[in-house]
């Protein structure tokens, strides 16, 4: 075979360095494989994904980790893999935060996050790992219903809440201005007696608030119109959705929940209910 020319040379490494350079303005490249997948290399971090997993599906998750300062602000590593309907996502982490309280809370409701915009709602189990991805501490899927979206907020309802009950509810909520411009994440379930409880978050002390208490039950009046004269009651939750105290309609110095777990104490404020 006849030996390339110096010319013939020099226009395959321009054309190659052109292709490469395309990649890595996307931030999203491909860098070959290694013993724990193929390799996308995202911002600062690296992702390996398994042979479970396709090249677009661990894109899609590149994208959406580009969405977090967690993901855009430090060097990171991670795996993607998946098991039946289960995806996993494999985090490198320090030691020092996997027993973290306010990491953990942050991780629970990523794995939302994750779900609704990587995984089109599937399931996803969070390991944190060592620097060799063998695992530390395992989450699993978070799960508080069936999501409805009202823009980007979301309703997660229960099994026994009908898709009209969750469309009242989200509309009224839209229509307040609860459900915005900004996310908002809230829950809504039914008990035995019909009485539906719906579920805020809440910084760690606000539910002993007493102009908030107060708005909490001119919400949980204006909810209850709204579902036809059901009642309907206001759970102030921590942001694992513990509930810490209920308000109703009718009074707002409703027993409090038994005490919500330490993680609470350094929960971010959330909108309060409209009055």
């Known amino acids: 075979m006849q030996n390339l020319t110096s010319a013939a040379r ?3 490494v321009f054309r190659s360095t052109t292709i490469l350079g395309l990649l ?3 931030g999203i490249a491909a860098s070959g494989c290694s013993k724990h997948g193929k390799e996308l290399e995202v911002g600062k971090g690296t992702l390996y994904y398994t ?3 396709t090249e677009d599906e661990a894109k ?15 060097e990171w590593k991670a795996q993607l893999d998946k098991a039946g309907a289960l995806w996993k996502f494999r985090l490198v982490e320090d030691a020092g935060k996997v027993n973290d309280p306010t990491f953990k809370v942050w991780l629970i409701n990523y794995n939302l996050q994750l779900s609704k915009l990587a995984f089109n709602d599937g399931k996803v189990q969070i390991d944190l790992c060592d620097d060799d991805f063998n695992t530390l501490k395992t989450f699993p899927p978070t799960y508080y219903g069936r999501r409805v979206g009202f823009g980007s907020s979301d309703l997660y309802i229960g099994n026994n809440i009908t898709p009209d009950e969750a469309k009242t509810v989200g509309s009224y909520l839209v229509k307040i201005g609860y459900f915005g411009k900004s996310p908002e994440t809230a829950q809504l379930q039914k008990g035995s007696d019909g009485r539906y409880a719906f579920r805020i978050m809440v910084k760690s002390g606000t539910e002993n608030n007493p102009d908030f208490l107060q708005r909490s039950q001119k ?3 204006g909810l209850t119109a709204a579902m036809g004269n059901k009642p309907v009651e206001i759970h102030l939750c921590n942001l694992l959705f513990k509930t810490v105290r209920v308000v109703k309609g009718d009074s707002a110095t409703a027993a409090a929940a038994p005490a919500a777990p330490a993680d609470a104490a350094k929960q971010p404020t959330t909108k309060k209910p409209n009055s």
């Open 219 to 221: 919400f949980a009046q």
């Open 10 to 12: 020099s226009a395959l």
């Open 24 to 26: 890595l303005l996307l």
């Open 51 to 53: 042979e479970n997993v």
């Open 60 to 74: 899609k998750l590149a994208e959406t980790l580009q969405k977090s300062s967690h993901f855009t602000d430090k």
